[in-house]
C-alpha cells in the first residue's frame, strides 16, 4: 500500500473518534449554537475537515496544508462534498511566522484550531510554528486540538509507540513522538493554556490547548 494510501486509511479510521471529541468540546466552550470560525493546518486529504464540516454546519472551515498534492486532494473531496461551509484550500508553511505566510489569516481571527496527525512527522520548528500561529490567531477563549501519538512525561507507551518513535526517527532524524511537557512549554509561551486529553483508538490523543482570555 502506497504511504498516501496508508494517510487515507487512517483519516477515515480517526475522523468519527476526532469529530466525537470536538461533537464535546466545541459546545462546551462556545455554547451549541454558535456561528464559528475553524482554521486546520495540515489538512492532507482533506478527508477530515470535509466530515466535521458536514456535522459542524455552523462553523466556517479553512483547510490547509503546504504540499500540492494535498491542495489538490482538498479540492477534490471539497467538490464532491459540495458544502458552503468549506473554503478553498490556503497553501500554508507553518514553520514559518505569519509575516512570511503565503496566504493571510487575520490574527484573533480564528476560534478553533485543528491539527491532526502533523507534529511527530515534521521537524520540531513546525510544532514551535503551529503554538506561535495559534498564539496570534486564535480568538481569546478559543481552543486548538492537537491529534496523534505523544509521549507523556518523558515516557512513551505502549511499546507500539516505541517502535513506532524509532521508525519514524529512522526516516528523519528531526521527527518523532513530541513530549506533551515539551509542547505545554511552547503553549505557555504563546498564551495557550493545557486543557484536556482524550484517549483515542490506536494508542493516540487528543490535546485541547485553550487561547487565554486575559489579553
Known amino acids: 500500500m502506497s504511504e498516501a494510501k496508508v494517510v487515507e486509511k487512517a483519516a477515515e479510521n480517526n475522523k468519527e473518534p476526532i469529530f466525537k ?27 477530515h475537515v470535509v466530515y466535521f464540516a458536514e456535522r459542524f454546519p455552523k462553523i466556517s472551515f479553512q483547510p490547509s496544508d503546504i504540499e500540492d498534492r494535498c491542495i489538490k486532494s482538498i479540492k477534490e473531496y471539497i467538490s464532491e462534498a459540495k458544502l458552503e461551509n468549506v473554503k478553498e484550500p490556503l497553501v500554508i508553511d507553518i514553520s514559518k511566522p505569519l509575516s512570511e505566510w503565503s496566504s493571510t489569516v487575520a490574527e484573533k481571527s480564528v476560534d478553533v484550531i485543528i491539527n491532526i496527525n502533523m507534529v511527530h512527522i515534521t521537524p520540531w520548528k513546525c510544532a514551535e510554528g503551529l503554538f506561535a500561529a495559534a498564539g496570534k490567531l486564535l480568538k481569546a477563549g478559543g481552543i486548538m486540538a492537537t491529534y496523534g501519538p505523544y509521549a507523556i512525561h518523558g515516557e512513551i507507551t505502549p511499546e507500539s509507540n516505541v517502535s513506532f518513535n524509532e521508525s519514524l526517527k529512522a526516516k528523519n532524524a528531526e521527527w518523532g ?37 486575559s489579553e
Open 21 to 47: 471529541v470536538l461533537e464535546k468540546v466545541i459546545p462546551e466552550k462556545f455554547g451549541g449554537d454558535a456561528n464559528l470560525s475553524a482554521l486546520e493546518i495540515s489538512s492532507g486529504s482533506g478527508q
Open 177 to 213: 513522538l513530541r513530549d506533551i511537557d515539551d509542547l505545554e512549554k511552547e503553549a505557555k509561551n504563546n498564551g495557550l493554556t493545557f486543557d484536556a486529553m482524550f484517549d483515542m483508538p490506536a494508542n493516540n490523543k487528543t490535546l485541547i490547548w485553550v487561547k487565554s482570555d
